[in-house]
Nanobody, 123 residues
């Protein structure tokens, strides 16, 4: 089975930096998209940053210039570097990946989620 494990996060003061990492494991043939969503208290989950396997990225407008998503496909890992954090960034951050695994007919591709990592920005 495919499993995504989030790590990182924690408590940081406004203006500080944190990084998150995500490791995918299982019978993975290909990861099409890998990145991060977040859910703030009382809000719906929203896309933060994703990277396609061709390197194209997509960012939430409010994090552009502050957050950077990257991937290491040799390790099935993704990273989110978060700089200039502010209280609005406080949320649970979830790794998400569209992972392709082998089946009897070829490949099956589906989205998977990590368990989430709490990021709290507070003085």
């Amino acid at each position: 089975q495919v499993q995504l494990v989030d790590s990182g996060g924690g408590l940081v003061q406004p203006g500080g930096s944190l990084s998150l990492s995500c490791t995918a494991s299982g019978p993975i043939v290909r990861i099409d998209v890998m990145g991060w969503y977040r859910q703030r208290r009382g809000q719906e989950r929203e896309l933060v940053a994703t990277m396609m396997n061709d390197g194209r990225t997509n960012y939430l407008d409010s994090v552009k210039g502050r957050f950077t998503v990257s991937r290491d496909d040799s390790r099935n890992m993704a990273y989110l570097q978060m700089n200039s954090l502010n209280s609005v960034d406080t949320a649970v951050y979830y790794c998400n990946a569209v992972v392709c695994i082998p089946n009897s007919y070829g490949l099956t591709c589906a989205p998977y989620w990590g368990q989430g990592a709490q990021v709290t920005v507070s003085s």
